[in-house]
């Protein structure tokens, strides 16, 4: 596998979901559970700022974890509240002004990291038997693909409907 690659291919991959999605849409609940676009892309934020406090040691580049330490405090819907419900009140250009610049930061930490740190089994403070790049697949790639999935289906259901 190739991370680089795989975390490119999850960023186009939401950016590419809302891609011309209209003002309206951003705010309409029911997209996932309760939230919005607005609401999972602010999540995605979270986790995408988490991300990157997790790979800056790997990339040798430590920075504060703010993120990091409020899920240690907090439950997992705790988190995702505090980042995804509270994004109702921004508006689409300022949350993806974000997310894309905190998805470039990711970028520039993760290719410093080599690559056997990426493939090195233990990095993971959860598994020995995973590495880094395991991570990136099934919990970071795995993670957007779910939600820009759930944002081209609610894309598919704004156009029957505008159809009907």
């Known amino acids: 596998m ?8 999850g960023q186009r991959q939401v950016v590419n979901a809302v891609k011309d999605l209209p003002d309206a849409a951003w ?5 996932c559970g309760f939230w919005s676009v607005k609401q999972i892309i602010g999540h995605l934020i979270g986790w995408e700022h988490y991300f990157e406090e997790f790979i800056a040691p ?33 508006t689409s250009i300022d949350l993806m002004a974000e997310f894309q610049t905190v998805n470039e930061r ?8 080599s690559e056997d740190t990426w493939r090195q089994l233990g990095t993971l403070p959860w598994s020995d038997s995973n590495d880094l790049e395991d991570f990136v697949v099934y919990g970071y790639y795995g993670h957007k693909y779910e939600h820009a999935a759930q944002i ?9 409907q505008t159809k009907a």
Do not use: C, W
């Not at 580049?61 to 439950?75: C, E, G, R, W």
């Open 58 to 90: 790997f990339a040798g580049k430590p920075i504060p974890t703010p993120h990091i330490d409020d899920y240690k405090v907090m439950d997992e819907d705790a988190y995702n509240d505090k980042y995804g419900t509270a994004a109702a009140t921004r």
């Open 152 to 160: 081209v289906v609610f894309r598919d259901k704004l156009n029957q």
């Open 2 to 9: 190739h991370p680089i690659s795989i975390l490119e291919y």
């Open 27 to 31: 705010d309409t609940p029911g997209v």
């Open 106 to 113: 990711v970028m520039t930490l993760a290719k410093l990291i």
